[in-house]
């Protein structure tokens, strides 16, 4: 076993290698050449860190459950990406928003990879100066640090490739009715379901780092949504009726994540668009965007492949437009 496990990892692996039986103390003190005093503190630590444990004088120590806590030895285990998580897993019981830890980690020089999660977030931070709802332990509050070799005003393309890896994760671990409205809220059955803000940092022409923060809502249900978004948000608990692990959704979507990344960054944006179109159900659609400083009305021609909605209003008036609030008005048009 490599000196750089610590103690509770290595305790953790000899729990799990017991595979639902009972270890003793003795021969957990034995193998790990600690004292029994010093596994049963180690056990206290993994219980207080969510890990289902019973002991016994007797028979010794037995894991129930590994924790749900999004802890980064759970979240490494089988964990099948090549840099994802793998460069680095910063985790807080609570922070005050992924994001901004992941922006001070960025400017300190952290790797591309570099994940911080969260179990809840006091100040989430959503679009447009909105906030996140981020209770404890109920949803995946994440933000991933990544360096793309890309100019900055491509930076939007990794927005859209984010929602298309958040909904794929959905897609293959649920049955659910999963789609992307423009250009980052994934719903299902009309209701979202989980969100993603990307704030990026750029020098000159190049970028120095982009934050792709990603909030899930897994296992809240229907009586813990604040009333401002409770006609409009939704979980994998509502609309499944069953509790997920979020640390198996969490694993899921780093490992499409890293897909679509190298996808894009070895294949150009062309089939992540793809992807995403497919996924998006708003081309041809009627629709409302707020942008900053204006609103536009108009049918929906396209999604060009720089991830722009093309929309042609009412006196046939082309535009591009890269980000707003969209409220879809009617049918097909
Ligand atoms: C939105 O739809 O408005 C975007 C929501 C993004 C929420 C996530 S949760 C993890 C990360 N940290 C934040 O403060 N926000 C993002």
Redesign the pocket.
């Known amino acids: 076993m490599s000196d750089a496990m610590s103690t509770k990892q290595q305790l953790l692996i000899h729990l799990k290698g017991g595979k639902g039986t009972w270890v003793s103390g003795e021969s957990l003190a034995h193998k790990m050449a600690i004292s029994r005093s010093a596994i049963w503190k180690h056990i206290r630590t993994l219980k207080e860190n969510g890990y289902v444990i019973e002991s016994s004088r007797k028979k010794g120590y037995l894991l129930r459950h590994a924790s749900d806590f999004l802890l980064a030895d759970e979240i490494l285990e089988g964990l099948n990406t090549n840099v994802f998580g793998k460069s680095g897993i910063v985790y807080f019981g609570e922070t005050d928003?992924?994001?901004?830890r992941a922006k001070f980690l960025a400017s300190d020089g952290a790797p591309e990879g570099t994940l911080i999660v969260a179990e809840s977030?006091t100040r989430?931070?959503?679009?447009r100066g909105?906030s996140?709802f981020?209770p404890p332990g109920e949803g995946i509050?994440?933000?991933i640090i990544l360096r793309p070799p890309i100019s900055p005003n491509e930076a939007p393309k990794l927005t859209l490739m984010a929602s298309v890896a958040v909904a794929e994760t959905l897609l293959s671990m649920t049955s659910l009715n999963v789609n992307i409205k423009w250009p980052?809220?994934i719903l299902v059955n009309g209701r979202k379901i989980a969100?993603?803000?990307t704030e990026i940092s750029t020098e000159m022409d190049r970028i120095d780092y982009v934050v792709i923060?990603?909030?899930v809502n897994v296992n809240t249900p229907h009586e813990n949504l604040p009333p401002d978004i409770r006609n409009t948000a939704t979980s994998v608990l509502m609309e499944t009726g069953k509790p997920f692990p979020r640390i198996v959704l969490l694993r899921a979507y780093l490992e499409w994540l890293e897909i679509y990344y190298e996808t894009f960054t070895t294949k150009g944006f062309d089939p992540v668009m793809k992807r995403w179109k497919h996924l998006s159900d708003i081309i041809g659609r009627r629709i409302r965007v707020d942008l900053i400083d204006r609103v536009r009305i108009g049918e929906v021609m396209d999604a060009d492949k720089d991830g722009f909605l093309i929309l042609r209003d009412d006196e046939g008036t082309i535009e591009r437009i890269i980000s707003g609030d969209v409220t879809i008005l009617g049918g097909e048009v």
Not at 97 to 100: C, D, I, K, L, Y
């Open positions: 928003s992924t994001n901004v977030q989430g931070r959503g679009r909105r996140w981020s509050t994440t933000s980052n809220d969100g993603i803000l923060g990603v909030g």
